[in-house]
């Protein structure tokens, strides 16, 4: 359930790194672009996650552990996949 709670955390926050980086003009970025976009939220939700783990090194009762980072990228990587699905530029 932990696990699934990382996963749900950091999807919402990648959904909403994307929105407020890229949606105001996901309709005029090309296929090439909208994959850049993806790219820098998923490392940057990525990064955050792994500066969290680290932070919680130093915070009394709590601990950094890989599984955590990894749910983490899992939902934030769900996240940018369903953001890229909903905005690619759909062939006629």
Partial sequence: MD???HAAEYGVFAV???RALFWPQYKGLSR???KKAALVVLLTSGLYGLSDEIHQ???PGRAATFPDWLAD????ALAVALCLYLTYPREK
């Fill in 57 to 59: 090194m130093y915070v």
């Fill in 73 to 76: 990228f899992t939902g934030s």
């Fill in 32 to 34: 090439e672009d909208l």
């Fill in 3 to 5: 696990k699934l709670a």
């Fill in 16 to 18: 909403l790194l994307f």
